[in-house]
């Protein structure tokens, strides 16, 4: 905050304009002679004093109303992101790339750390706006990337030795280096970090960390940026793996929900291979809550699933059959009577699929339905 206070223009100019007319009082004081027969008085100067001092008290008012506006939460959490973002759109003159990349680095951490604390003061509205703040950041690399040297994308220097790459092995460094995602790398991090912080005690920073994610990789599939959106789905991956050993039901369902949107927007691109990736992963996880005795997971998974398919035949995407594959494999063989009931939600989910197929006369994938459920 004082790096950024002092940054500030405005706080720059209030503050030279007040000492430099504390100084020119001081000077027209001392210039003022009164003893004996020599006497001299600086006239101007003295009108010059009294205007700079009435004009010092007029601004001391709204200078303090802006000060308070400045430090406002919010404002300084839109004041980090604004300062990394104008790096990136423009380096400033003299300013070299690993400078550029530790400003920026340091600006993502500082995000991060303002949305973790607000988590631990249970502050939901600055611990949104500082996730946001990290979509945005990100989405300012994207817009300027193509401006941006080829230095700026590699993990070379002080960059190599921040926390979230000194683990890495040199190839797989070598390889974030190659894709040119490292900041994308970077901030789904800190949005692993918030989100595990968020499990169990503020769900909500949890969706707000799921929606942020899918709005990223919708941008990476608008810009057919693959590497990002294959991040994007590393992470949802690892979202959900931590929200099923927390066993936060509720925050599972919501991820899964934004997970299932995200692979809507794969399907309407036309990227199959992501898809098939995709509903690869929901039948896993799937399955693991199964084991884990979370059926209600499970049978979200059936009907996200189901919804796939729909969309899919709708558009009379190729894939479809394999997503129905898929769908299908979800209920694995049951063990006993108590697992056979947890099932059932399931089987309603591929009931309403057959349904659907009977309803526009596909009666060959409907009994595809009937002859596995038998």
Known sequence: ITEMFFRDKTNLMVIAFFIMSAVFCLL???????DGAVSFVPVAGSLVVVALMTLSLILIAPYFIYVFHFLE????????????SSLMASRPAGMDIETMQTQVVRAVEQLADIAV????????????????????????????CSRLPDAWFRISGTLRNNTDFISMHREVLDEISQKRTWLDYKVLRQYQMIYNESLNRMRDINYIVAIDTRSLGEDAIDSNNQETLKLVLKFFNTYLRA???AKDVRTAYNVLHQY????????????DEHLLEIAG???????????MNIAFITETVAY?????????????????????DVLLEVDKEAEGEAQEKSLRGVRKAQIKMATYFLLHEDYERAHRIYLDMQ
């Open 28 to 34: 027209v004081n001392f210039s003022i002679r009164g």
């Open 73 to 84: 939460p919010e404002n300084i959490v839109k004041g980090i992101e604004r300062s990394a």
């Open 117 to 144: 604390n607000a988590v631990e003061q249970k502050d939901k509205g600055i611990a949104t706006s500082a996730i946001d703040a990290l979509r945005d950041l990100l989405r300012a690399q994207h817009a300027h």
């Open 243 to 245: 929200t099923l050993n």
């Open 260 to 271: 299932r949107l995200l692979a809507e927007a794969v399907l309407r691109a036309g990227m």
């Open 281 to 291: 992963y929901f039948r896993y996880y799937g399955q693991v809550a199964f084991g």
């Open 304 to 324: 996200d699933l189901t919804s796939l398919c729909e969309l899919a035949f709708s558009a009379g995407a190729p894939i479809g059959d394999k997503l129905l």
